[in-house]
């Protein structure tokens, strides 16, 4: 026996259903023999009432839980020895007077009872141990069995010691058969048990796994947020006080203006920051939708640069998740920023479109491009931001760029790919 003894969850509970039952079979074998015979002490009334007596004192016994905490570990196996021995006694008592005596009608229900009542044992040793307790259990029973049919040898008639021998044996059989069945369905039960706490331990690290990676994206992407506000914001800014500073002395009307510019970019700035850092979304979406967001985008772009932009936007853009339109409007706030500040580009070309339940974003310049192997991406973190967004929403961002011929973005999202 191991160290710690623990019972399968349960096991008591359906020891003293089984029990129980044993309690109302007696009673009733005790109202069939009433019926019959009607009131009077016999024989066949004290074996039942024997009987009655050994199935109460064991339901109580698996009834108060203190003498539980008194046993510890010996309460299970005592209950499995007192739930055996008692059938085995009542069941020899049954045979030895009835050699001596003529069964009457109710006879069959006190010999054919203590034998089913020995199948309660014999299930929970399967539930609760192996083959090996079973087998011993069931040549215990045998030989005990038949011990007591040895010592009452001279009550019995010579020719009723065979067959009784022989039904003990039959019975030894059918619990060595009984036993091997539920044994090996509990073998399964605890294999699929050990499995399922195997995949619960696994799902319990996965979970943990990705709880740390949802982290560490979500860091990624409130940085690539506070960069898409913050540096498109001083981006622009930059780029019309340069402007101010170019023509302060030489068009005082036009660098206030752009001054003015830059006053209500770096406000709305500030105001996309606080909202940014609220919620972490961009709130154009929210109020216009994808197309109106990017077509306000490059507006805004063409008044503080000058640079001339054509749009081509499709009316009906379906509707798409959250983080998609997000993804969408910021490679698009990414791109236009880039060819403000580095393409030094005249014209823009800007085009969003449905085609074939394909979302397809286009952002074509006239600028100066570049060498997209000569760049190392993780130096640029304005293009890393938009591969890593792309990769997040399940897309495909294509960058076509030569020196002196300019760039192109392609962005698409949907079942064409």
């Given at each position: 026996m191991n160290k710690k003894f623990v019972l399968e969850q349960g096991?008591?509970?359906?020891?003293?259903?089984f029990t129980s039952?044993?309690?109302?079979?007696?009673?009733?074998?005790?109202?069939?023999?009433?019926?019959?015979?009607?009131?009077?002490?016999?024989?066949?009334?004290?074996?039942?009432?024997?009987?009655?007596?050994?199935?109460?004192?064991?339901?109580?016994?698996?009834?108060i839980p203190?003498?539980?905490?008194?046993?510890?570990?010996?309460?299970?196996?005592?209950?499995?020895?007192?739930?055996?021995?008692?059938?085995?006694?009542?069941?020899?008592?049954?045979?030895?007077?009835y050699t001596t005596h003529t069964p009457d009608r109710s006879a069959f229900l006190y010999l054919i009872l203590p034998i089913l009542v020995m199948y309660i044992p014999l299930v929970l040793v399967s539930?609760?141990?192996?083959?090996?307790?079973?087998?011993?259990?069931?040549?215990?029973?045998?030989?005990?069995?038949?011990?007591?049919?040895?010592v009452g040898y001279k009550l019995f008639h010579t020719q009723l010691l065979t067959p009784i021998i022989g039904m003990s044996f039959i019975r030894t059989v059918m619990f060595l058969l009984v036993g091997y069945m539920i044994v090996n369905l509990m073998k399964v039960q605890r294999e699929q048990h050990a499995?399922?706490?195997?995949?619960?331990?696994?799902?319990?690290?996965?979970?943990?796994?990705?709880?740390?990676?949802?982290?560490s994206r979500e860091r990624n992407r409130m940085a690539r947020e506070l960069h898409d506000v913050l540096a498109h914001t001083m981006s622009g800014v930059a780029v019309e006080l340069e402007g101010v500073r170019a023509m302060l002395h030489t068009d005082a009307d036009q660098a206030e203006r752009l001054l003015g510019q830059s006053l209500q970019a770096v406000r709305e700035g500030l105001t996309e920051t606080r909202r940014s850092l609220q919620a972490l979304r961009?709130?154009?979406?929210?109020?216009?939708?994808?197309?109106?967001?990017?077509?306000?985008?490059v507006e805004s772009i063409t008044n503080r640069s000058g640079l001339q932009t054509d749009v081509h936007i499709t009316d009906q853009i379906r509707d798409c998740p959250v983080e998609v339109q997000q993804c969408f409007y910021r490679v698009a706030q990414e791109a236009l920023s880039n060819i403000v500040i580095h393409a030094q580009a005249q014209h823009i070309n800007v085009?969003?479109?449905?085609?074939?339940?394909?979302?397809?974003?286009?952002?074509?310049?006239?600028?100066?491009?570049?060498?997209?192997?000569?760049?190392?991406?993780?130096?640029?973190?304005?293009?890393?931001?938009?591969?890593?967004?792309?990769?997040?929403?399940?897309?495909?961002?294509?960058?076509d760029s030569r020196p002196g011929a300019g760039t192109t973005i392609n962005l698409t999202y949907g079942e064409s790919l």
């Amino acid at each position: 026996m191991n160290k710690k003894f623990v019972l399968e969850q349960g096991i008591l509970r359906t020891f003293r259903m089984f029990t129980s039952v044993r309690v109302t079979l007696v009673i009733f074998a005790l109202l069939v023999f009433l019926i019959t015979n009607g009131w009077k002490q016999s024989a066949d009334f004290s074996l039942l009432a024997i009987a009655l007596l050994d199935a109460i004192l064991l339901f109580i016994y698996l009834s108060i839980p203190r003498i539980e905490r008194w046993f510890k570990q010996t309460y299970f196996p005592i209950g499995i020895f007192w739930a055996t021995l008692g059938p085995m006694i009542q069941l020899q008592l049954s045979f030895n007077y009835y050699t001596t005596h003529t069964p009457d009608r109710s006879a069959f229900l006190y010999l054919i009872l203590p034998i089913l009542v020995m199948y309660i044992p014999l299930v929970l040793v399967s539930w609760q141990y192996s083959m090996h307790a079973v087998t011993a259990y069931s040549l215990v029973t045998f030989f005990a069995d038949n011990f007591l049919v040895f010592v009452g040898y001279k009550l019995f008639h010579t020719q009723l010691l065979t067959p009784i021998i022989g039904m003990s044996f039959i019975r030894t059989v059918m619990f060595l058969l009984v036993g091997y069945m539920i044994v090996n369905l509990m073998k399964v039960q605890r294999e699929q048990h050990a499995h399922l706490s195997q995949a619960n331990i696994r799902l319990t690290q996965y979970a943990a796994t990705m709880e740390q990676l949802s982290t560490s994206r979500e860091r990624n992407r409130m940085a690539r947020e506070l960069h898409d506000v913050l540096a498109h914001t001083m981006s622009g800014v930059a780029v019309e006080l340069e402007g101010v500073r170019a023509m302060l002395h030489t068009d005082a009307d036009q660098a206030e203006r752009l001054l003015g510019q830059s006053l209500q970019a770096v406000r709305e700035g500030l105001t996309e920051t606080r909202r940014s850092l609220q919620a972490l979304r961009a709130s154009p979406l929210e109020d216009l939708g994808l197309g109106l967001a990017i077509t306000n985008l490059v507006e805004s772009i063409t008044n503080r640069s000058g640079l001339q932009t054509d749009v081509h936007i499709t009316d009906q853009i379906r509707d798409c998740p959250v983080e998609v339109q997000q993804c969408f409007y910021r490679v698009a706030q990414e791109a236009l920023s880039n060819i403000v500040i580095h393409a030094q580009a005249q014209h823009i070309n800007v085009t969003l479109t449905n085609e074939n339940s394909c979302l397809w974003l286009c952002i074509e310049d006239d600028g100066v491009g570049f060498d997209p192997n000569r760049v190392d991406l993780t130096q640029k973190y304005g293009l890393q931001g938009m591969q890593e967004r792309v990769e997040m929403i399940q897309g495909q961002l294509m960058l076509d760029s030569r020196p002196g011929a300019g760039t192109t973005i392609n962005l698409t999202y949907g079942e064409s790919l």
